[in-house]
């Protein structure tokens, strides 16, 4: 069975500081991850994915993750933080052959100005 | 790009009512869909996988006689809340997985229906 876990359930950070919300996964064979961002009473909007190739992923608003796979790990990271950065961001696993998504817990990025 | 989307946004019903929340892919066609049931501040719970012109497929302890899906088309999923109570209150999440235009490998995600039952 796939998992994905997110350690911290919050990550506070200064605007204009780097900020990294961290992301392990556990599946068979070779996965498909992403990042997804939810602002209050909205829907996930898709930040970036790793599917193959470049393990650094470029993405949405900045963003960036590093797939790793020794360390299992995809974790998300912007060099300078923004207040309207601050929501709930989850990591998402899938194998190559399945079809669902498996969810992180979540972790909730406080920006502070 | 890919676009789901959803309705309504927020619903507020009288216990023992149903309520119907529709999911529409807008420019690909979804052969399968998904329903989740987000808690406050917690993570996606997947309810059911629904496939076009089949049952769906539900997860372990989601109810199927309370959570009717309905995958008619290629672009419409639709999730109805019978009898519903104050304890279904709720978001529900949909997201699509389709082929050409939708986002390749991954799925796109609905804005989301907030449930008030009263």
């Known amino acids: 069975a796939q998992s994905v876990a997110q350690p911290e359930d919050q990550v506070n950070v200064a605007e204009g500081n780097p900020l990294t919300v961290k992301c392990t996964y556990s599946v068979s064979g070779n996965p498909y991850l992403f990042w997804y961002v939810q602002y209050p009473n909205r829907g996930l909007q898709f930040l970036l994915k790793?599917?193959?190739?470049?393990?650094l992923v470029k993405g949405s608003y900045g963003f960036e993750a590093e797939f790793n796979k020794s360390q299992t790990s995809f974790h998300l990271k912007k060099p300078s933080a923004l207040v309207s950065d601050s929501a709930l961001y989850f990591c998402a696993v899938r194998d190559r052959l399945g079809k669902q998504l498996t969810f992180g817990s979540g972790t909730q990025l406080t920006v502070l100005p | 790009g890919a676009v789901v989307s959803q309705h309504p946004s927020r619903v507020i019903c009288k216990s023992g009512t149903s309520v119907k929340i529709e999911c529409r892919s807008l420019d690909f066609q979804a052969t399968t869909m998904f329903w989740y049931r987000q808690f406050p501040k917690k993570s996606l719970m997947l309810m059911a996988t629904s496939n076009e012109g089949s049952k769906a497929t539900y997860e372990q302890g989601v109810e199927k006689d309370k959570f009717l899906i309905n995958h008619a088309s290629l672009t419409l999923s639709t999730l109805t809340v019978t009898s519903a109570h104050p304890e279904d209150s709720s978001f529900y999440i949909c997201?699509?997985?389709?082929?050409?235009?939708?986002?390749?490998?991954?799925?796109?995600f609905g804005s989301g229906t907030r449930l008030t039952v009263v």
């Open positions: 790793y599917i193959t190739g470049d393990n």
């Open positions: 997201s699509a997985r389709g082929g050409e235009g939708a986002e390749p490998y991954g799925y796109t």
